[in-house]
């Protein structure tokens, strides 16, 4: 599944996907910080964490998901 974020911190994110995930689901995704975040190269990184709520409202047909971060861990670059 693929999600994009509107709004991200080191505690957490909200992700617009196609996919309805329940609250208080553990959720692990792959992330990709871009250069206009890194001012630099875009960076990988891994987190776990839990879906805390979910927007009543779609969004361009997209459910709106909040994760609180369990861990939070960059990549190494290729």
């Known amino acids: 599944m693929t999600a994009v974020s509107d709004n991200a911190s080191s505690g957490g994110a909200l992700f617009y996907c196609d996919r309805f995930i329940s609250p208080g689901s553990?959720?692990?995704l792959v992330f990709v910080l871009p250069l206009e975040i890194t001012h630099a190269k875009?960076?990988?990184g891994w987190c776990s964490g839990k879906v805390v709520r979910v927007e009543k409202e779609l969004k361009?047909?997209?459910?709106?998901?909040?994760?609180e971060f369990?861990?939070?861990?960059?990549?190494?670059?290729?």
């Open 26 to 28: 553990d959720v692990g």
């Open 42 to 44: 875009p960076i990988q």
């Open 60 to 67: 361009d047909g997209k459910f709106g998901i909040a994760i």
């Open 70 to 78: 369990t861990t939070f861990q960059l990549l190494p670059s290729a």
